[in-house]
């Protein structure tokens, strides 16, 4: 399934780019598409621990699954008063 990704803020910046697009397997996960995008961008890789994810601009939990044509957007963690 082809799926279409978006990154925010200091995401974003990481990876050098806002949209990107994956092939993944029919039973992927949250999980499994920050970890393809991380071997992607390796830069991401220390964001994983503290990141919030959305698909189709609802907000998601990394179990959850993702469907051929889904958008999932991960968001770093918002600081600041």
Do not use: H, K, Q
Request: proline letters at 6%; zero cysteines; aromatic letters at 8%.
């Amino acid at each position: 399934m082809r799926i279409t990704i978006r990154l925010f803020a200091r995401l974003r910046e990481a990876a050098g780019r806002e949209i990107d697009e994956f092939e993944l397997s029919p039973d992927a996960r949250v999980s499994d598409v920050w970890t393809a995008l991380a071997a992607r961008y390796p830069a991401l890789a220390p964001f994983g621990g503290s990141i919030s994810a959305a698909i189709n601009a609802d907000f998601a939990r990394m179990t959850s699954l993702v469907d051929d044509g889904d958008e999932v957007a991960f968001l770093p963690p918002v600081s600041g008063g």
